[in-house]
C-alpha cells in the first residue's frame, strides 16, 4: 500500500455530540513538533452558562479554500490530497484576511510570529499513514480517522456530511461532521 493509496481512503470524522470537554485533541496536537508546541485544535462551549456542551473546531480543509483564494501572497496551499496547509512562513504577510474570510472560523493568526497558523491534518503523520494527533487521543470517539466504512460501522445511525451552506454559498470540505442518518447538508444561518 503506498501513501498516496493510504489517505486516498482515509478521512477526518467530526462527531460533536461526542465531544466531553476533556481538550485531550489539544494537549496531543500542542505537543506535535510541527506545531510550535500550539494547539491547532480548539474546544469551545456552546453556552456555558446553560449547558456543558462542547465543540470541536478543526480545519475542515475545503474544496475550495476560500483562506487560501483571499491571501495576497499565496502562502496558503492545497496539496492533491485536500489537506489545506498553514500559511508558509516565508510568504506570509499577517494581513489576517484568511481569519475573516474563513466560514467555520479556524485559522488563528499569532500575533508575536506575524503568521496564521491552523490544522494541516497531521501532515507529518497523515503523509506516513498515521492517524492525527488527535484522533489518536479522544477518548470519547468525537474525533476519528479512517475509512468511511469503518465509521459507517461505527455510526450506524449517523451520516458523514461534508457539504456546508452559507447563506448562498456551498462549500465542499475534506473533513465530515456526523449528523443524524439521512442528512445531505448542513445549512449555517
Same mark, same amino acid.
Given at each position: 500500500?503506498?501513501? *498516496?493509496? !493510504?489517505?486516498?481512503? $482515509?478521512?477526518?470524522?467530526?462527531? %460533536?455530540?461526542?465531544?466531553?470537554?476533556?481538550?485531550? #485533541?489539544?494537549?496531543?496536537?500542542?505537543? #506535535?513538533?510541527?506545531?510550535?508546541?500550539?494547539?491547532?485544535?480548539?474546544?469551545? !462551549?456552546?453556552?456555558?452558562?446553560?449547558?456543558?456542551? *462542547?465543540?470541536?473546531?478543526?480545519?475542515?480543509?475545503?474544496?475550495?479554500?476560500?483562506? /487560501? @483564494?483571499?491571501?495576497? /501572497?499565496?502562502?496558503?496551499?492545497?496539496?492533491?490530497?485536500?489537506?489545506?496547509?498553514?500559511? @508558509?512562513?516565508?510568504?506570509?504577510?499577517?494581513?489576517?484576511?484568511?481569519?475573516?474570510? #474563513?466560514?467555520?472560523?479556524?485559522?488563528?493568526?499569532?500575533?508575536?510570529?506575524?503568521? %496564521?497558523?491552523?490544522?494541516?491534518? #497531521? !501532515?507529518?503523520? *497523515?503523509?506516513?499513514?498515521?492517524?492525527? $494527533?488527535?484522533?489518536? =487521543?479522544?477518548?470519547?470517539?468525537?474525533?476519528? !480517522?479512517?475509512?468511511?466504512?469503518?465509521?459507517?460501522?461505527?455510526?450506524?445511525?449517523?451520516?458523514?456530511?461534508?457539504?456546508?451552506?452559507?447563506?448562498?454559498?456551498?462549500?465542499?470540505?475534506?473533513?465530515? =461532521?456526523? $449528523?443524524?442518518?439521512?442528512?445531505?447538508?448542513?445549512?449555517?444561518?
Amino acid at each position: 500500500m503506498t501513501i *498516496t493509496e !493510504y489517505n486516498k481512503n $482515509m478521512g477526518f470524522f467530526v462527531d %460533536m455530540q461526542r465531544c466531553i470537554g476533556c481538550h485531550a #485533541c489539544e494537549m496531543a496536537c500542542a505537543e #506535535c513538533e510541527t506545531n510550535g508546541q500550539e494547539s491547532m485544535i480548539h474546544i469551545h !462551549y456552546v453556552d456555558r452558562k446553560h449547558t456543558i456542551q *462542547t465543540t470541536v473546531q478543526v480545519c475542515m480543509h475545503c474544496e475550495d479554500p476560500v483562506c /487560501a @483564494n483571499v491571501c495576497p /501572497a499565496d502562502a496558503i496551499t492545497k496539496d492533491n490530497l485536500g489537506v489545506v496547509h498553514s500559511a @508558509n512562513t516565508a510568504r506570509c504577510i499577517g494581513c489576517s484576511n484568511c481569519v475573516m474570510a #474563513c466560514p467555520f472560523g479556524v485559522p488563528n493568526k499569532k500575533e508575536e510570529a506575524e503568521l %496564521m497558523m491552523k490544522c494541516n491534518m #497531521c !501532515y507529518d503523520r *497523515t503523509s506516513a499513514g498515521l492517524k492525527p $494527533m488527535c484522533a489518536t =487521543v479522544c477518548p470519547s470517539g468525537a474525533l476519528f !480517522y479512517g475509512t468511511l466504512e469503518e465509521i459507517e460501522e461505527k455510526r450506524p445511525h449517523s451520516t458523514p456530511v461534508n457539504k456546508f451552506i452559507f447563506g448562498k454559498q456551498e462549500v465542499i470540505t475534506k473533513v465530515n =461532521v456526523m $449528523m443524524p442518518k439521512g442528512s445531505k447538508e448542513l445549512k449555517v444561518h
